[in-house]
């Protein structure tokens, strides 16, 4: 099985900057595109960004220009930096990897447990 582990959330500021963490371990043969999703209180889980394996990435809009994902293959981890955060962006942040287990298996999406971001004064 492949877990994936995120840290990196906490409290902040209006206009203050965080940065998630996301590395997945276990069974890994390849991993493809990565992704950070959100979900506020009362609201549906919605794509903050992804990054495909050669690294080409997509925002959201509410995301672009404040947020940067990375990742880094070596350590099977994808990377959300975020700046001039807002009290909008309060939400439980979700990593997302495409995983493939072996050659010639089945690629599948894990979750990550999710990590809590909240932007208040």
């Known amino acids: 099985q492949v877990q994936l582990v995120e840290s990196g959330g906490g409290l902040v500021q209006p206009g203050g900057s965080l940065r998630l963490s996301c590395a997945a371990s276990?069974?890994?043969?390849?991993?493809?595109?990565m992704g950070w999703y959100r979900q506020a209180p009362g609201k549906q889980r919605e794509l903050v960004a992804t990054?495909?394996?050669?690294?080409?990435?997509n925002y959201a809009d509410s995301a672009k220009g404040r947020f940067t994902i990375s990742r880094d293959n070596a350590k099977n981890a994808v990377y959300l930096q975020m700046n001039s955060l807002e009290p909008e962006d309060t939400a439980v942040y979700y990593c997302n990897e495409g995983v493939l287990d072996r050659r010639g298996g089945t690629w599948r999406g894990y979750w990550g447990q999710g990590t809590q971001v909240t932007v208040s004064s």
């Open positions: 276990g069974k890994i043969f390849s991993i493809g595109g």
């Open positions: 990054i495909t394996s050669d690294g080409r990435t």
